[in-house]
């Protein structure tokens, strides 16, 4: 058994400057990104509805200024110094103003979603701290879906004298970008435009286009403060050379004040048509610091970039016949530019912030491993990256679509294609009524009167289809993720309008999926490795028979008892009978009589994901589909054969996402020996999203220590010096299988909400206990909180949103069990359970009013 570390002690969420490749996102969902960097700089800017990594815009950061009273004063960029390499064509762009004074060093503590950032500079007179995030409020999906972000400077003076500190912020145009000159400077459709703008309650940059609203490249940024010290510098002069980068750092070195350029827009002789379209602005807020005392300086950055093609435009082939079409961003139907989003968010800050620190608080102060709090934090980027959207189509909720993941500077797979977010777990969670949106579009659009369901959408473009054959894990994972988001909200009427295509797509694997009528799967089977497989295989089948209990359920509920019995009949049949076939004494393999018939088969391998289905099951409540003691065997097996404690020996000639003295779980094996001359594609990769599937299985069947040693494999390998800690990649950045880590949360605290039968319950390992005591966090359909097990008591607290259930039932791994009454709690109401062990505590008053 392992012993658990407080999740606060895990080292590499501390980062230095050296972290090259941290890069920390900020963004609402479906609304884009800009990232800070470990040293503090803005970087992968990526606004404009697609992918964009590495961009920066020209003249983009903070300065800060710092005069001690009787002493000189102290100007800095607010960013560490640079690490290199120090190459390039032209040394650094001029824009990037690498040759200012820059800070020593700097310590990057990222726990998603709040970041801060320590300044270090034996120079500076102060202590500054950067505080960075964007709303993140579990259940609202529009407060977690504002185009902007909060970044906020804590000064602090430990000196015994006065400090009049300045700190101002310049940016570029970031609007109708559409690529950078020879010169590296920016390229823009259309004019851009910039003015200083001052409502009374914000003051700052307001960024735009001289491009019509409707253009797909349409948009406005703002760069804003609500702090009554603003002084700004609109517009710096316009020019080929670096004349405003001079005039704002003369004069902002000065005394920290900025003032008009005007006089300097343009060079006498210049033709202003002929100059470059880079447009930047600086604003500065200036106070002074008493000894001892902290001041905060925050400034809001805000954008809006409303519309976006009318279709994927994708690598996989959809059919794009409304690219020439524009639909909005559901974030457009909320706020009509960049400034208001700004004034929602510095209005709502009181609220919004309080919302986000106390989930951010519920989750990073778990007892549970510190591996696991840090994957399920840091995969979470992924529902705020450009992989994921919402759309305008009429609803108060929008239409969720997705990537699998985003390519540098494009989507990557398009269709929200449902074999990829079987995998995911999160938003399932966190924001359960984005799956809803998915499930309708998918099994009322998507799926056809025969049952076939098309496992990349493109009717969320209202575009035609693209046909092709079915995928089989995809297909019957979608059945039970609709069980899952059924028995989350608890709403019939969601299941009634579902349920007849959810039936056809669970019926048409019976005709399409087994030719010999015996209950187990052997036709032609498409899945999430890109190929086919042919014969019997437990991945196919331990899906197939999740689907037939959820479908059973699902059927028992609406009253179609005939279909729940024969469901039930042939889930219980099939599983007898693959588990005959398939089971070799130690796991599953696949049934063929030639592993070399066809390419891109496993045969005898051990393949991991052998299990899925029985995972999505355990997830979702359904309990074993196959027997448990083969189950455990089976799952044990690939821990065993596929988990490599260092690669230095694995020989792959495929993608490489771990790799030398790293650890990974590798997605097959042949421990007895029967390779395939040509196996499947991706057999020797190791994807974090199947890892997190594995561990989550593992915890299950009480290979806990096992499953935690996958978990903190991955977020090893996510170091930010040999990948992203905030980008766990497979097919594209930040890929939505990743979210598979909240299954890993899930599964070792023993959480389970029925939102139908109005029961929620708690088991946590042993493993979730530090110091004696377990911490963690919680989520329903209606409500979101804490609970804690702690000498003799269990408390439940709901801190957002509210509860009512006709019990909950708690299970310590020593002590026993508690149960409560029926409960109604809101946000701020906590219900204590007793009988664990035997010690009686008061009930609260929540409990003594029902």
Known sequence: MTTPTPSGTFARRVLDAASRLAAFPLGGIGTGNVSVGARGELRDWELSNRPDKGTWLPFTFFAIRAEPEGHGAVTRVLEACMRGPHEGDSGYH??????????????MRGEYPLLTIDFDDDALPIDVRLTAFTPLVPLDADASGIPGAVLRYTVTNPSPRPVEVS????????????GRNVFQFPEHEGIPTLEYRDDGALRGLAFGTDLPADHPLYGTAALTSSDEAVTAMPLWPVDFWQDGAQLFWDEFSRNGRLRPADRFSYEDDADPARLPRLRVGSIAVTHTIAPGESRDVEFVLAWHVPNRRRAWNGMVGLPNTNADEIVRNHYATRFVDAWQVAEHLTAGMPQLETATRTFHRTLHASTLPAEVIDAVSATLVVARSTTCFRLDDGTPEGQFAAWEGSFDHAGSCEGTCTHVWNYAQTLAHLFPALERSARRNEFLNETLPDGRMRFRSNAVFGAEPLEFHPAVDGQMGTVVRLYREWRNCGDDAFLTELWPSARRALEYAFTAWDSDGDGVLDSKQHNTYDIEFYGENSLANSMFFAALRAGAAMAEHLGDDATAERYRECARDGSARMDALLFNGEYYDQRLDDVDARRYQYGTGCLSDQLFGQTLAHLTGLGHVLPVAHVKSAIEAVYRHNFRTDLVDHASVQRAYALDDESGLVLCSWPNGGRPRIPFVYSDEVWSGIEYQVATHLIYEGFVAEGLRI???????????????????????????????????QALTGADWDGVGKRLRLAPHAEAFACGTARFFFATGTGWGEAVFDAGEVTVTVLGGSIAADGVSATHPTAGEAESG??????????????????TVPVSNTQEKQ
């Open 711 to 745: 978990v903190r494999g991955v977020r090893e390998r996510h170091d930010g010096v040999r990948r992203n800690p905030w980008n766990e990649a497979e097919c594209g950045n930040h890929y939505a299988r990743s979210m598979a880590s909240w299954g890993v949360l």
């Open 822 to 839: 029926p409960i109604a709690a809101s946000a701020g109401e906590t219900i204590r359970l007793t009988g664990i062990p035997t010690t």
């Open 167 to 178: 700190i101002a912020a310049s940016m570029s145009n970031p609007i109708a970008i559409t």
């Open 94 to 107: 001029i824009g990037k103003v690498a040759g200012l004074p820059r800070l020593a060093g700097s310590r």
